[in-house]
Antibody, heavy 128, light 108 residues
Framework: EVQLVESGGGLVQPGESLRLSCAAS????????MHWVRQAPGEGLEYVSS????????YYADSVKGRFTISRDNSKNTLYLQMGSLSAEDKAVYYC?????????????????????WGQGTTVIVSS | EIVMTQSPASLSVSLGERATLSCRAS??????LAWYQQKPGLTPRLLIY???TRATGTPPRFSGSGSGTDFTLTISSLQSEDFAVYYC??????????FGQGTRLDIK
């Protein structure tokens, strides 16, 4: 069974750091682009960050750039999100998710498919 | 950034009736459009990808259409389990993937 299981969420104070983990199983982890997507209470879905299969390329939403770091350990089938300088605006459920690579163009542009598997989410609360 | 705009924000429909949800992209995404269903307290679930292809396990009463900038999700005969929030998402512009703000589908 294909599964993504997040952990590491919790209550932190503003300015503190937190590391989220996502354990993958049931598929060849290194074949997939992995994402973090978050959802603030009562709000919609917000893209946070992505990483390519070999970890060589990482991407961030402007709202987290410079504060968050995405990484992966393919030997452990695990995705990470190191979050720093947390503020109340980062309070959300954080989902780990995957997309397959549909194509790589001649110029090296990666085309991905939809997010086809989501984890159950882990909750981050930032409050003093 | 490609902005995805969904309409209406909320929709009330009776059981057995048809529901039509819309999603508009600020620039062409070709067919790189997905629809997700999210029930309260649960994880989003992929329903439709490639604008019109049903994901594994998606009932045939769900259909997607459109290309370019205008897309529609139609639920032909609403069942009680269909009441949820629906999001569209473009993935042509990865890593700058974006979601619509969602349409809440309620029982009338």
């Amino acid at each position: 069974e294909v599964q993504l299981v997040e952990s590491g969420g919790g209550l932190v104070q503003p300015g503190e750091s937190l590391r989220l983990s996502c354990a993958a199983s049931g598929f060849t982890f290194s074949d997939y682009v992995m994402h973090w997507v978050r959802q603030a209470p009562g709000e919609g879905l917000e893209y946070v960050s992505s990483i390519t299969g070999n970890g060589g390329n990482t991407y961030y939403a402007d709202s987290v750039k410079g504060r968050f770091t995405i990484s992966r350990d393919n030997s452990k089938n695990t995705l990470y999100l190191q979050m720093g300088s947390l503020s109340a605006e980062d309070k959300a459920v954080y989902y780990c998710a995957r997309s397959e690579i549909k194509d790589i163009t001649i110029s090296g542009v990666i085309m991905i498919g939809p997010i086809d598997v989501w984890g159950q989410g882990t909750t981050v609360i930032v409050s003093s | 950034e490609i902005v995805m705009t969904q309409s209406p924000a909320s929709l009330s429909v009776s059981l057995g009736e048809r529901a039509t949800l819309s999603c508009r992209a600020s620039q062409s995404v070709s067919h790189n459009l997905a629809w997700y269903q999210q029930k309260p307290g649960l994880t989003p679930r992929l329903l439709i990808y490639g604008a019109s292809t049903r994901a594994t396990g998606t009932p045939p009463r769900f259909s997607g259409s459109g290309s370019g900038t205008d897309f529609t999700l139609t639920i032909s005969s609403l069942q009680s389990e269909d009441f949820a929030v629906y999001y569209c998402q473009q993935y042509i512009n990865w890593p700058s993937i974006t979601f619509g703000q969602g349409t809440r589908l309620d029982i009338k």
